[in-house]
């Protein structure tokens, strides 16, 4: 790291572990739960606890959290393993699953009771709650916490052994009911649970509760900074007090920061589980959402992403980005690297009427202004092209520059063209627009000086490729905010899906393949779908339209 980059406050805290000695390296870990498909937000803490290993020479590994055996889901653990892969982040050899520990767990338990730090409690889950008092008011003491070491042991060995029914019995952390921290008053560190586990199958009926779990999950692992967020600030009393009482030689040590949320877009699992249950959307990677499976089949790079954490910074205090930052990256990271082509999305027809009939031209055109390493193509011209339909009107408003009777435009790298008029059905829809070429324009170069206002792209009829192309808008009304203020639901924007069945395409494009990006011309960044794109028939997402109002916020 160079010394005038500046350093977010967990780099600082590192830098002074390091200095002081209290770790000689550094270790990070990312946990989730294998109960859902990673979002943006997930995102941000894997690149945050990668690059943190990567920044100091230290490592990261990967550890599916599935100490808890009602939620878990297999089918989760290969499309997060597949995600945090397409962002880049390397565990290398180190992949741990939680439950590998409930063998060191039960042992660590077994420890507290010997040093009459835990016991066995018959006391329900209600009375718990009742017992535990309140913020203004001191818990009560649990009337079973003076059985003996003895006692304690026996019991929770029968716990294991499945001589009780699930809530008939817990293990309890005896650290003080008197605690300001709530956390602190004597927590449920063990519960009996028969169930099934995806991993241990049958081999436990008792499980152990995430704030046990988790410090010695960490511990086992030799994690220096277990980076979490913060709504676990008020449980790290607890983490530092199960290290410490389990006398791990170097504990870890647990750091909070902010979660990043983004405005206007749903990520919570409960609402998209609603979505795709109701057919609202195609599924979990649906482009509309923003786990990551969606925003990499949409077409987002992972280089995208890194720049929208980077650009969201590490911090203590919420905030809210913008969903505008994450195009503004998108659009930094694929403009020198897309190829621009033309693309025709909602095509009429223009026919050019002195231009032969049998004619084709090839004409030269840079593949990407930005980039010349990206070389340059030939597209055929011809006597019949489609445009916009958007890029001719009948009767223009001042300040249209494009095609409309007697005005002259340019197409694109090929010639000036004035427009003559309109074929239209029955419907007074427009069927064809007419216009003549000047044949000295060629390259779209004024012959004598002569200037016109308005550039258009075009693609040849007869060598057209046909596309689907999704446009996508925004799957919330933002306008009336995500969540309905009377009933909770979601405020849907009905027009968030806006399939282009028809749209016609330079040949350049053909043999496209799923995820391969390209700049269409005057309109956006699309992506060819994984899902659904054949070679027959490609189907485009729109990632990003060209415009953009989102100003990128001043650096300090
Ligand atoms: P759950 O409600 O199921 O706990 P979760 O989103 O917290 O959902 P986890 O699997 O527990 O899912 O999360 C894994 C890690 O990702 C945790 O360390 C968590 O703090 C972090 N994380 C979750 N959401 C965000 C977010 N919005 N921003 C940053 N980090 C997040
Ligand atoms: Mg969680």
Redesign the pocket.
């Given at each position: 790291m160079s010394e005038t980059e500046s350093r977010n406050f967990i780099e600082s805290i590192i830098d002074k572990d390091l200095a002081e000695g209290v770790y000689d390296t550094v270790h990070t870990r990312?946990?989730?739960?294998?109960?859902?498909y990673?979002?943006?937000?997930?995102?941000?803490?894997?690149l945050?606890?990668y690059g943190l290993a990567q920044k100091y020479g230290g490592k990261f590994n990967m550890r599916f959290?599935d100490t808890n055996p009602t939620?878990e889901d297999i089918e989760f653990v290969e499309s997060?393993k597949a995600d945090i892969q397409w962002l880049g982040a390397d565990w290398e050899d180190r992949l741990f699953f939680a439950s590998d520990y409930f063998g060191q767990m039960y042992e660590a338990a077994v420890k507290l009771i010997k040093k009459g730090k835990a016991y066995v409690s018959d006391l329900t889950a209600e009375q718990i709650k009742e017992y535990r008092g309140s913020l203004t008011e001191p818990g009560k003491e649990d009337p079973f916490s003076g059985r003996s070491v003895e006692e304690n042991l026996q019991l929770f060995q029968e716990m294991k052994e499945g001589k009780y029914a699930d809530g008939e019995k817990v293990l309890r952390a005896r650290i003080d009911m008197a605690s300001p921290n709530i956390n602190m008053r004597d927590p449920v560190i063990y519960r009996v649970a028969h169930m099934t586990h995806h991993n241990t199958g049958d081999a436990w009926c008792i499980y152990p509760m995430y704030d046990f779990a988790h410090p010695i999950e960490d511990a086992i692992e030799g994690i220096t900074h277990s980076?979490?967020?913060l709504?676990?600030e008020d449980h790290r009393p607890l983490y530092d007090w199960v290290v410490r009482e389990l006398e791990y030689p170097q504990p870890p040590k647990q750091i909070e920061?902010?979660?990043?949320?983004l405005k206007n877009v749903v990520?919570?699992?409960r609402y998209i589980k609603k979505l795709v249950q109701e057919g609202i959307v195609d599924g979990w990677d649906d482009p509309r959402l923003v786990s990551i499976a969606a925003l990499r089949r949409r077409g987002f790079t992972p280089e995208s992403i890194r720049m929208f954490v980077e650009l969201c910074g590490v911090s203590k205090a919420n905030s809210i980005a913008d969903y505008a930052a994450l195009e503004y990256c998108i659009r930094e990271d694929l403009k020198a690297k897309a190829p621009r082509y033309m693309a025709i999305i909602d095509p009429v027809k223009l026919i050019i009427d002195n231009y032969p009939e049998d004619r084709t031209e090839m004409l030269p055109a840079g593949n990407n202004p930005e980039n010349e390493e990206l070389g340059s193509r030939e597209i055929p011209f011809g006597r019949e092209l489609y445009i916009e339909r958007e890029d001719f009107m009948e009767e223009p408003p001042k300040k249209y520059f494009r095609l409309f009777p007697g005005n002259e435009v340019r197409l694109m790298n090929a010639y000036f063209v004035t427009c003559t008029g309109c074929v239209k059905d029955e419907n007074g829809r427009v069927t064809e627009v007419h216009c003549t070429y000047d044949p000295a324009s060629k390259g779209g170069n004024s012959p004598d000086g002569r200037k016109v206002k308005g550039t258009i792209h075009w693609v040849a009829a007869d060598t057209a490729v046909s596309a689907e192309v999704r446009l996508y808008e925004n799957i919330i009304d933002e306008e009336k905010g995500v969540y309905n203020e009377e009933d909770g639901s979601l405020n849907l924007n009905p027009n968030s899906l806006t399939v282009m069945k028809d749209c016609k395409l330079e040949p350049a494009f053909a043999g496209a393949e799923p995820y391969d990006r390209f700049q269409f011309v005057r309109q956006g960044f699309f992506s060819v779908d994984p899902k659904d794109s054949t070679a027959e028939k490609l189907v485009f997402n729109r990632i990003v339209s060209l415009k953009s109002s989102y100003v990128l916020p001043k650096q300090d």
């Amino acid at each position: 790291m160079s010394e005038t980059e500046s350093r977010n406050f967990i780099e600082s805290i590192i830098d002074k572990d390091l200095a002081e000695g209290v770790y000689d390296t550094v270790h990070t870990r990312f946990p989730p739960e294998p109960n859902g498909y990673l979002h943006i937000g997930h995102a941000k803490s894997i690149l945050l606890n990668y690059g943190l290993a990567q920044k100091y020479g230290g490592k990261f590994n990967m550890r599916f959290d599935d100490t808890n055996p009602t939620k878990e889901d297999i089918e989760f653990v290969e499309s997060i393993k597949a995600d945090i892969q397409w962002l880049g982040a390397d565990w290398e050899d180190r992949l741990f699953f939680a439950s590998d520990y409930f063998g060191q767990m039960y042992e660590a338990a077994v420890k507290l009771i010997k040093k009459g730090k835990a016991y066995v409690s018959d006391l329900t889950a209600e009375q718990i709650k009742e017992y535990r008092g309140s913020l203004t008011e001191p818990g009560k003491e649990d009337p079973f916490s003076g059985r003996s070491v003895e006692e304690n042991l026996q019991l929770f060995q029968e716990m294991k052994e499945g001589k009780y029914a699930d809530g008939e019995k817990v293990l309890r952390a005896r650290i003080d009911m008197a605690s300001p921290n709530i956390n602190m008053r004597d927590p449920v560190i063990y519960r009996v649970a028969h169930m099934t586990h995806h991993n241990t199958g049958d081999a436990w009926c008792i499980y152990p509760m995430y704030d046990f779990a988790h410090p010695i999950e960490d511990a086992i692992e030799g994690i220096t900074h277990s980076i979490c967020t913060l709504e676990f600030e008020d449980h790290r009393p607890l983490y530092d007090w199960v290290v410490r009482e389990l006398e791990y030689p170097q504990p870890p040590k647990q750091i909070e920061f902010a979660k990043l949320y983004l405005k206007n877009v749903v990520t919570g699992k409960r609402y998209i589980k609603k979505l795709v249950q109701e057919g609202i959307v195609d599924g979990w990677d649906d482009p509309r959402l923003v786990s990551i499976a969606a925003l990499r089949r949409r077409g987002f790079t992972p280089e995208s992403i890194r720049m929208f954490v980077e650009l969201c910074g590490v911090s203590k205090a919420n905030s809210i980005a913008d969903y505008a930052a994450l195009e503004y990256c998108i659009r930094e990271d694929l403009k020198a690297k897309a190829p621009r082509y033309m693309a025709i999305i909602d095509p009429v027809k223009l026919i050019i009427d002195n231009y032969p009939e049998d004619r084709t031209e090839m004409l030269p055109a840079g593949n990407n202004p930005e980039n010349e390493e990206l070389g340059s193509r030939e597209i055929p011209f011809g006597r019949e092209l489609y445009i916009e339909r958007e890029d001719f009107m009948e009767e223009p408003p001042k300040k249209y520059f494009r095609l409309f009777p007697g005005n002259e435009v340019r197409l694109m790298n090929a010639y000036f063209v004035t427009c003559t008029g309109c074929v239209k059905d029955e419907n007074g829809r427009v069927t064809e627009v007419h216009c003549t070429y000047d044949p000295a324009s060629k390259g779209g170069n004024s012959p004598d000086g002569r200037k016109v206002k308005g550039t258009i792209h075009w693609v040849a009829a007869d060598t057209a490729v046909s596309a689907e192309v999704r446009l996508y808008e925004n799957i919330i009304d933002e306008e009336k905010g995500v969540y309905n203020e009377e009933d909770g639901s979601l405020n849907l924007n009905p027009n968030s899906l806006t399939v282009m069945k028809d749209c016609k395409l330079e040949p350049a494009f053909a043999g496209a393949e799923p995820y391969d990006r390209f700049q269409f011309v005057r309109q956006g960044f699309f992506s060819v779908d994984p899902k659904d794109s054949t070679a027959e028939k490609l189907v485009f997402n729109r990632i990003v339209s060209l415009k953009s109002s989102y100003v990128l916020p001043k650096q300090d």
